[in-house]
């Protein structure tokens, strides 16, 4: 089973962004069957690679792929974009 690490910046500007929208997002992948081939472990961290989080946060990286001004939806297909790769 392929474990995908989502990294979450949990700084005061991501979280102010929208960043917990994005983790329950996420966490409602783990509620996906059990026969499903994939998990999902959500990494809580500061700050990622931005050099304003002002003008791109919310932050998150799934895998090596870092993603500014994420969004549920785009966060969602990168990470099922990933189990395609498997």
């Known amino acids: 089973m392929k474990k995908i690490d989502v990294f979450v910046c949990v700084?005061?500007?991501c979280m102010?962004?929208?960043?917990?929208?994005?983790?329950?997002?996420i966490e409602s992948l783990k509620k996906v069957p059990k026969a499903s081939p994939f998990t999902?472990?959500?990494?809580?961290?500061?700050p990622l690679?931005?050099?304003?989080?002002s003008a791109c946060a919310p932050v998150i990286k799934v895998e090596d792929e870092v993603?500014?001004?994420?969004?549920?939806?785009?966060?969602?297909?990168?990470?099922?974009?990933h189990t395609d790769n498997m």
């Open 40 to 46: 999902v472990k959500i990494i809580p961290t500061t």
């Open 67 to 81: 993603m500014e001004n994420a969004t549920t939806q785009n966060v969602m297909a990168k990470i099922l974009a």
């Open 11 to 13: 700084c005061a500007e």
């Open 49 to 53: 690679d931005c050099h304003d989080h």
């Open 16 to 25: 102010l962004s929208g960043a917990m929208d994005l983790i329950c997002g």
